[in-house]
Nanobody, 127 residues
Framework: QVVESGGGSVQAGGSLRLSCTAS????????MGWFRQAPGKEREGISV????????YYVDSVKGRFTISRDNAKNTVYLEMSSLRPEDTATYYC??????????????????????WGQGTQVTVSS
């Protein structure tokens, strides 16, 4: 099970920090990723972090603005978002993957099959 939190409404240029706490799995066996889904669009993977936290991958649309991190002692993964834009408005979800614990784009793609999606956390960015 994963539970996301930290979303909210901000103006363009603002910042938010999302959290995702996982339970029922051995957290440090998994890479962890963040996805988002905007209204009328498919869910897209935006970032992934390896099980040790030493490898991070971002899609181009968030690179340089978002930072993923994790705390294995707390079974939690974070997403620091800055310089937010209206196009970042979406529901944000986290996911886990054990097939590619080293992270990277393979892991992010594998997470599309994740079966235990949470409720997500809403991020709304106004212009």
């Amino acid at each position: 099970q994963v539970v996301e939190s930290g979303g909210g409404s901000v103006q363009a240029g603002g910042s938010l920090r999302l959290s995702c706490t996982a339970s029922g799995l051995k957290f440090d066996d998994y890479s962890m990723g963040w996805f988002r889904q905007a209204p009328g669009k498919e869910r897209e993977g935006i970032s992934v972090i390896s099980w040790r936290g030493d490898t991070k991958y971002y899609v181009d649309s968030v690179k340089g603005r978002f930072t993923i991190s994790r705390d294995n002692a707390k079974n939690t993964v974070y997403l620091e978002m800055s310089s937010l834009r209206p196009e970042d408005t979406a529901t944000y979800y986290c996911a886990a993957d054990r097939r590619f614990p080293g992270g990277g784009i393979q892991s992010l793609r594998a997470m599309a099959d994740f079966r235990f999606w949470g409720q997500g956390t809403q991020v709304t960015v106004s212009s």
